[in-house]
């Protein structure tokens, strides 16, 4: 089965060419350009946007990171507090209800100082004598066992003697201080409603490093991530989320981060964004490294691209617009072009049914269409006079052919002549006239054979021979003759009867006029450039003294520009011939292209 040709798709006519042209060309790139721009320019403003995202996602948590900063000073500002001290070491100087004022009133006085707290900031004190201090009103009465239970858990097991408050009752490996990312709410629950607190655990030591009581400092994280999205855009949602994928605290009730999502923010921490194609949002994050928490951010792609789609959409339906002019302009611009074209093959196919008679009228053409009218009238004009010409030539090669046909009634009654003699001289015992009727014979057979014009080098060695035979009984064996030539050379083809004449001219020019023996030479060899060489050389008496002989002559010779023009017909340049008078005697060589035409023998069955 053969393949489909493409080419057979292709439109036949050129107006729709150029139509389908300019759509590939022009229409086609041009709208993938734009399809591409528009696509970059998405990108463009989706990388922008995470960028400015991402910039938020930082302050933030550079905020979160100036409250932990803030709650460290804190500790070490009441640490350093002689008054508060005094209260958590000698709780017995003062009355239960006078300690609890005035650490109340150093909590109020830090709120005052730290402006950058907020109400989601709750201070607790633990001294080593069962008292707790807190910043916040609890509606029941708290219990010192609690306090010092959830402390132990979060800085170490703590061995000491009521009262006494010797370092050495501690033991060493325990911390110092803690930050604990997920501190369970229990007791301020009556005043916050997250779940966790973000807590920083920790021993107050004296400027000996003596501790004398314990502190928290816990920031209501839910309440801060709240206050710092009050200016954030409606249409965005927050999050923070641990390690571990939970969320701990979200922008709105109904907002979710999907399991994938937080699975690929777990696997890649150090990207700012990702696009996450089920709810069509862009996702962009912050990791915290101290916490092991993530805060996100997440912008549905609908509102991002909301006025960049409205410009698409009017741009395209604009290109469109546009483009559907173009087609039709371009339609009518091809037919404009083609139908000058059309109306000019319409003439030319009546020209030719009317056999070139009839001529194209200029009159309508305009531009290159009249040109190309002008130029085929032209051509029809020299085409008529061709037509004329070659009429007038096949009428001359007719009456040339006739001549030629009467000519040749000569060759064969001279032919049927030498048949005759032939047998008169075999029935009178004359074998050598017989012989000689015998080799012109073949002579005059290859001459009248006119269709052939090259020949096997064997056969043309049968013809040298059969003329030697001649010339031998004419001169008396006054003369040798050598062929030398490789067997593999006898189906090479020569011109035909292109060594007899030059035999010939060795024998009437150079040794027949010697009164000793002559020399012929006939030598045929293949070059390595692909030439074949044919030369016949003599040892008679040169070519000063057979040109001094040709002045008495009444009619030239003929031989060797008859085969020089020959060898230029047959070989169109490929060929040389060249006379070398050798002194004495005279060798003429000739080189002809190596054409082998080794005949196809055909097996006999059996």
Not at 315 to 329: D, E, S, W
Not at 367 to 396: H, P, S, W, Y
């Amino acid at each position: 089965m053969t393949k489909p040709d493409w080419k057979t798709f292709l439109p036949h006519k050129l107006r729709y060419r150029l139509f389908g042209a300019f759509v590939v060309l022009i229409l086609l790139p041009f709208s993938v350009l734009n399809v591409y721009n528009y696509g970059q320019i998405e990108s463009l403003v989706e990388q922008k946007i995470s960028e400015q995202s991402h910039e938020q996602l930082v302050q933030m948590y550079g905020s979160l990171e100036d409250q932990m900063s803030i709650a460290f000073k804190t500790l070490i500002f009441l640490e350093q507090d002689s008054a508060v001290r005094n209260v958590l070491t000698s709780p017995d100087n003062r009355s239960p209800l006078e300690n609890k004022s005035l650490v109340e009133e150093k909590f109020k006085m830090i709120n005052n100082s730290f402006f950058l707290y907020n109400p989601s900031v709750y201070f607790t004190l633990l001294d080593f004598h069962d008292n707790v201090y807190t910043s916040y009103l609890p509606k029941k009465a708290l219990a010192y066992g609690p306090y010092r239970e959830q402390f132990r858990k979060h800085l170490g097991e703590m061995t000491f003697i009521k009262g006494n408050t010797d370092s050495n009752s501690f033991p060493s490996e325990e911390l110092l201080y803690r930050w604990d990312a997920r501190d369970t709410n229990h007791v301020l629950r009556e005043l916050s409603s997250s779940p966790y607190l973000l807590s920083l655990y920790a021993y107050m030591k004296d400027s000996g490093g003596k501790r004398y009581g314990m502190a928290r400092i816990s920031i209501d994280y839910s309440y801060w991530f709240q206050s710092m999205l009050k200016d954030s855009q409606s249409n965005q949602e927050y999050f923070l989320i641990t390690g571990n994928g939970e969320t701990i605290a979200r922008s709105s009730e109904k907002a979710v981060l999907s399991p994938d999502v937080t699975r690929e923010i777990a696997l890649h921490p150090a990207e700012a964004y990702l696009t996450d194609n089920d709810s069509d949002t862009l996702i962009n994050y912050v990791y915290i490294e101290s916490l092991d928490w993530y805060m996100v951010n997440r912008i549905p792609l609908a509102v991002l691209f909301t006025e960049i789609s409205g410009l698409k959409q009017r741009y395209f339906l604009t290109f469109f617009g546009f483009t559907a002019a173009f087609v039709l302009m371009a339609f009518m611009i091809s037919a404009t072009f083609t139908r000058p074209l059309s109306h000019l093959q319409n003439q030319m196919k009546e020209v030719v049914r009317k056999n070139l008679k009839v001529r194209i009228p200029e009159g309508r053409s305009r531009g290159e269409v009249l040109e190309l009218t002008r130029t085929f009238n032209t051509m029809l004009d020299d085409a008529n006079q061709m037509i004329a010409r070659l009429k007038a030539e096949e009428r001359q090669k007719e009456a040339v052919h006739f001549h030629m046909l009467l000519a040749q009634m000569n060759p064969h009654f001279l032919l049927n002549t030498l048949n005759t003699m032939k047998w008169s001289a075999i029935r009178s015992g004359n074998e050598e006239i017989s012989e000689m009727c015998v080799s012109l014979g073949k002579l005059l057979e290859v001459s009248l054979n006119s269709q052939v014009e090259l020949v096997y080098l064997k056969d043309e060695i049968e013809l040298v021979q059969a003329y030697l035979h001649i010339q031998r009984i004419r001169y008396r064996d006054s003369f040798e003759v050598t062929c030398e030539f490789d067997d593999k050379l006898e189906y090479a083809l020569v011109p035909k009867l292109s060594l007899q004449p030059l035999v010939e001219n060795a024998i009437h020019h150079g040794v027949g006029p010697l009164e000793q023996l002559g020399q012929i030479r006939i030598g045929i060899y293949r070059q390595d450039t692909g030439k074949l060489m044919l030369e016949v050389a003599d040892n008679g008496i040169g070519m000063e003294e057979s040109r001094r002989q040709q002045m008495t002559r009444t009619r030239p010779g003929i031989g060797l520009s008859n085969l020089k023009e020959r060898l230029r017909l047959l070989f169109k340049g490929q060929s040389e011939l060249e006379v070398i008078d050798n002194q004495p005697g005279t060798l003429v060589r000739f080189s002809i292209p190596f054409l082998l035409s080794t005949p196809y023998l055909q097996k006999r069955s059996d």
